[in-house]
């Protein structure tokens, strides 16, 4: 019973505080604006590139490498990559900022779940670094591409596309050696549906402890977790659809 009464003043003292994000850490800022730089300079590469470009693009190849199929040049077709950066960072960004959404978080910074929110979105700023760059290899590659008109993104290609599935899962296993296994929290029955589901809209957590203490689950009282398994969903659900809609055209 003192647990619980503990754990609840100190939901208390939390919403006294009116802070209402988490503050990112160090580098998640400088992944962020490495992103940004990357995204800036690949759509000065490609508006200078422009007026070298055929004004038929070869964008289908047969067998030997020499190409069958073109496109008119527009400059919707040649800024794709960096098109391809920004929705990475828009959805990407949407996701960390959701994480890092708590009301009052600056006043509890310290409290495990912030910590743990603080990694998360650390780990979606440097998935956002990783394949923003690689598309910054992309829109090199295909200018080399479109002028030479021979197919092929280059050796590089199948190399940095590796490295990027490598790094990551580097990644993900540092994500989650950081976070580490959180501490339980006092039983509160009411906070839970089907044994499992942690919801309290009276907690400004986000992440909180599973039942057992194993791992981290979200907490389905504030909508921020719906909105961020949404976007999850989405980005699983039309993603796919997209890129094979792509290539089936």
């Known amino acids: 019973m003192s647990d619980r009464v503990t754990f609840l003043a100190g939901l208390s003292v939390s919403d006294a505080s009116g802070a209402k994000v988490v503050r990112p850490s160090y580098l998640t800022k400088i992944a962020i604006a490495t992103s940004v730089a990357t995204i800036a300079w690949s759509a000065a590469f490609l508006l200078v590139r422009y007026p070298r470009l055929p004004w038929l693009l070869p964008v289908h190849f047969k067998a030997d490498g020499y190409p069958n199929g073109w496109q008119y040049k527009t400059f919707w077709r040649?800024?794709?990559?960096?098109?391809?950066?920004l929705a990475l960072m828009l959805i990407l960004g949407a996701i960390?900022?959701?994480?890092?959404?708590?009301?009052?978080?600056?006043?509890?910074e310290n409290a495990p779940d912030v910590r743990a929110a603080t990694v998360a979105a650390e780990a979606v700023a440097l998935l956002a670094l990783i394949w923003v760059a690689f598309q910054g290899y992309v829109a090199v590659a295909l200018t080399l591409m479109w002028q030479t008109e021979r197919a092929g993104l280059g050796p590089w290609y199948s190399y940095l596309e590796l490295t990027g599935i490598v790094l990551t899962i580097?990644?993900?296993?540092?994500?989650?050696?950081?976070?580490?296994?959180?501490?339980?929290?006092?039983?509160?029955?009411?906070?839970?549906?089907?044994?499992?589901?942690?919801?309290?809209?009276?907690?400004?957590a986000l992440f909180v402890p599973t039942r057992d203490g194993a791992r981290w689950t979200l907490n389905f009282g504030r909508p921020v977790a719906v909105a961020v398994m949404g976007v999850i969903l989405a980005i699983g659900i039309v993603g796919p659809a997209v890129i094979l809609g792509l290539l089936l055209r």
């Not at 040649?78 to 950066?85: A, C, D, I, R, Y």
């Not at 960390?96 to 006043?107: A, M």
């Not at 501490?183 to 919801?199: A, C, D, I, N, S």
């Open 170 to 204: 580097v990644v993900f296993i540092r994500a989650h050696a950081k976070l580490g296994r959180p501490t339980p929290r006092p039983f509160v029955p009411e906070h839970w549906r089907y044994g499992q589901l942690y919801k309290n809209a009276d907690d400004p």
């Open 78 to 85: 040649v800024l794709m990559p960096v098109f391809v950066q």
């Open 96 to 108: 960390g900022t959701l994480l890092l959404s708590r009301p009052h978080g600056e006043h509890d």
